[in-house]
Structure formats: C-alpha cells, structure tokens
C-alpha cells in the first residue's frame, strides 16, 4: 500500500468512495494514477499503468473496453471516475485543410484546438486556459479576458481526441503546440503536468523536440518550464522596444525587454537546440528595418530562430496586416544578416482558426489599461492617415 501520496491524489483517493462524483482520470501523471488507484481503490499499483495505457495507447472512450481490468473493477470506475474531461463539440474546416476543434468542458465552457495538416508531420495547437488575461492588443482571445485555466485533463484530452478525431490523416499527430487560448505559462501547474503526460512513453510518447511551449514573457514561469521540463520554448517577441511592446503587450509593463532578454540567455538548452522568438508584424507598429536590427541585437546572445507572423486581421482591432513588400524586405534584412527566420504561412484564416483568432468574445470591454492604448493608438493611426 502507497504510504504517502499528494493531497491531490488524497483527494481524489477519497471521491472515487463515493458514489456520486467523476474524478477525471486523464488530470493524473502514469504515476499519480499508480498510486490513486493503490490509495483510493486498494488496487495493486500496476493497475494504474494499465488505465494508463488504455487512456493513452488504446484512446479508450469508456471503462467497458478495458478488458484486462476486472469486471467489478470496471463497475467500480464507471460510477466514480471518467475517461474524458471533454465532449466534442464540432469541427470546422477552412479551405486550406486546417480545423479548428471545439469541444465543451463539464462547466459548459468551450475549449477550441486547431489541427494543421501538413505533408511531412502534422500540429495541433492546444488551448492552456479559456480566455486569456494578459490583454495584448491585437490578439482576439485577449478580448474574452481570462474564464478560467484548464485543468491537465483538459489540456491533455485535447490532444487524445484530436488523434481520435483526425485518425484519417496519414501522418502522425507530432507536434504539439501551446498556442491556442490562453498563456500557457499563467496556468503553469497544470501546463507541466499536462506535459509530462504527453512526453509519458508509456502513453503518447511525444517527442520533448515536437513539443512547443509559447509565453508572452511570464519570467519566473519561464525559469520553472526550464528546470522542471525540456520542451521546446517560444517567446512571442512582437516588438522591439520597451515602448511599442508596452503599448502592445501590458506583459511588458511587468517584465520588461531587458529582464526577458536576461533571462533567456540563461535559459537551459541543449546542444543545437533554439528558442523561437515570435515576431507578429503589424502594419505602421513593428515592421521597420531598425525594428528587425533591433532583433538581431536583442537575440545575439540566445541559440534562435525568428518566426515572422503576418498579423491575422478580425474585427476586434484596428491593426492591420503590413504589405507584402514590407514584410519581404524585413525578412531579407534577417536573412542577408545569416539569421534564421522563417515566415509562417499564414493558415485558417477564413474559419477564425489562425493565430490570435480563438475565441468567441462576447460583449465584454478590455480592461482600462488596454482601452487606454488602444484609444492612443487609434489616435496615431489617425493622425498619421490625415497627415501621411
Ligand atoms: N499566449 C501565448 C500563446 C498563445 S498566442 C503567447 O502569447 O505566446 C499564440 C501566438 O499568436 C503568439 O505568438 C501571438 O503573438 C500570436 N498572435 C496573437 N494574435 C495574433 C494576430 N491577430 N495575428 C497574428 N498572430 C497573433
Ligand atoms: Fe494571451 Fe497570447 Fe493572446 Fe497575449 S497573444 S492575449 S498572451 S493568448
């Protein structure tokens, strides 16, 4: 019998006695399940391995496909615990091939995934939270404010349904990025143990390579996602002054360009790995040659790669998206200057399903500070169309 388990698994232990309630077996780590089932069922350890197994090898929908688990056992499960934190709630496809995913949570509250086909491998960009609270100007998801953090669970059956769900496609589901709703490293208890049941390689078995972490710059979350797990980060950069990303991302108010840079630099990576600095190009705010000579010194001193974003219209902001030209010339300029910068295709436009185009706002305001910025911007861009 397990001596010592977490009040977590204590907890739970203690809800899979009764009768009326569901724990969500997919919010435990392989070894959180060992010893809930050892603590809370008087089952051998090794049990848990095989719920595991079936969760994450199988994709099991319910307790009854579990054959090698007794039948009182299955009896037992199906009326205290659950399989799936998430039920599927629709797909919708653009014309590109990439599907946004919805599904629904117990509370009601609506969780979106966008899967991206791709000849080689193929990504799903997961949600971390309903919502987002940091508030940055251009992004739609910003403009929901924070619901609420999604629990592993939730964060992990994202990926378990999708596989289900786009088994069709030949090509594995291998990448996994964190860049749907929410800031991940906001809600980064369950983020970390999301992930370490997808690295599980007795479960999923992702690649800590194809695994991608995205954060506006939530410093001390940064330092923990480096000593607690090896995945991959992505920074999302978007400016390169202290005083365009303030305006943009009220992040930076907090942790500004210098303590960012500072601790990236000593961001634990191994041999020839990279941080990837995200650069969202909006038109009149980021998108100048001194602005991308800014990244180059900004980055000198961090293993990276820049990933250029052609900023995603809706119709929530008043940015708008830079030319071509503009865009291609800020590339060049990295590129003559041997940095590796990779412009992203911009994909599922027309279905909301892009970057930055998650979420269903409603009719909720942003917060003053973002109001006040975005009022001071508008303003700009006024004066600027009237006197060019
Ligand atoms: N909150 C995390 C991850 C989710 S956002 C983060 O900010 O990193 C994922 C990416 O979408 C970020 O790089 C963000 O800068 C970008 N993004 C947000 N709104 C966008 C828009 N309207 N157009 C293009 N990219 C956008
Ligand atoms: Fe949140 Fe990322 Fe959107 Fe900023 S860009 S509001 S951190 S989801």
Redesign the pocket.
Known sequence: MTDSVSERVADAAEQLQSDDSAVDLKDFTRRELRELVNFGLDEPEFRGDQLFKWLYCHLAEEFEEMTNLSKDLRAKLDGTARVSPLSFNGAHQSDDGTQKLTFRCEDDAVVESVFIPSRNRNTLCISS?VG?????T?????KMGLQRNLTAGEIVDQVVQARRLTAEHDGRLGNIVF?????PL?NDDNVIRAIEILLDENGLNFSRRKVTV???GVVPAIERLGEETDVQLAI?L?ATTDETRSEI?P?NDRWGLDELIETLENYPLSNRERITFEYVLIKGLNDTLEDAQRIIELTANIPSKINLIPFNPHPKTPFETPSEETMEAFQKYLVDRNIGVYRRRTRGRDEMAAC?Q?GEPGDKKEPPHVQKKLEKFRSQQASKAVNP
């Open positions: 939270q987002c609270a940091m508030g940055c251009f992004c739609y998801t910003a860049m749907g709703m929410g800031e906001h995205s954060t506006s999302s978007n991302m992040v930055g998650l």
